[in-house]
């Protein structure tokens, strides 16, 4: 009897070790063929939700993105990043903030990190497969190690086929979910150099704000 339970934990044992390694696998053959294209256009549905708050909300949104280089537009502002500052351009309030970031800036959860956010800091494991329209969709959970980190957990459904990311389901510890859907995915596609550039001249009309 003891001789059969080792044997099921060690079962148990590499069958998890499995499961979290071939995780981390697929996420990081998406994020290999991410990097080899030479741009991305991607559209995509931001849905946020917290039933204790009665809080609903969907916006749609579309990114550019080449390198390290990125321009969004979601929720009515246009964020442009050339490489080295960014630009948040709110024409609600007439006003463009330029700041510093770099790719070690972790605050917020912005399209561009959409394919790298994933790999310090979280625990992996294989969860639910789906079909959507045909295509086969590869959950894998990712389990924050922090036991104070503001996420529960993250789910990343992963088109195994394309190896590209279709879904993103945040929940965080506050009851809040946030799903971001990939609609239309296109990639090496001709695109003006100016589209990462901030004119200035088109905004003076605009409160600029310059933030150390």
């Known amino acids: 009897m ?23 696998k697929l996420l990081d053959e998406v994020s290999a063929k991410i990097n080899s294209y030479e741009n991305i256009q991607l559209s995509f549905k931001y849905n946020l939700k ?9 916006i749609k949104g579309k990114a550019t993105l080449k390198g390290s280089k990125y321009h969004i537009e979601f929720m009515g502002i246009t ?3 050339d490489g080295e500052k960014l630009y948040t351009i709110n024409p609600e309030d007439e006003e463009v903030t330029i700041s510093k970031t770099d790719n070690e800036d972790t605050e917020g959860f912005t399209v561009a990190k959409f394919y790298s956010f994933y790999k310090d800091g979280y625990s992996y494991k294989m969860d639910i497969v789906q079909n959507v329209g045909g295509r086969k969709i590869q959950y894998v959970k990712l389990t ?24 993103v389901i945040l929940a965080a510890t506050n009851g809040t979910k946030i799903t971001v859907t990939i609609n239309s995915f296109k ?14 001249t088109k905004y003076a009309d605009y409160e600029i704000n310059e933030l150390d």
């Open 2 to 24: 003891k001789k059969n339970v080792i044997v099921i934990v060690a079962f148990l044992i590499s069958s998890l070790t499995f499961a979290q390694n071939s995780g981390k």
């Open 50 to 58: 917290n039933t204790e708050e009665n809080v609903s909300q969907e």
């Open 79 to 81: 964020q442009l990043f």
């Open 144 to 167: 924050p190690i922090d036991s104070n980190a503001e996420n529960k957990y993250i789910l990343i459904g992963v088109d195994t086929k394309a190896k590209n990311i279709y879904k």
């Open 187 to 200: 990639t090496n596609q001709p695109i003006g150099k100016k589209l990462f550039v901030f004119d200035k």
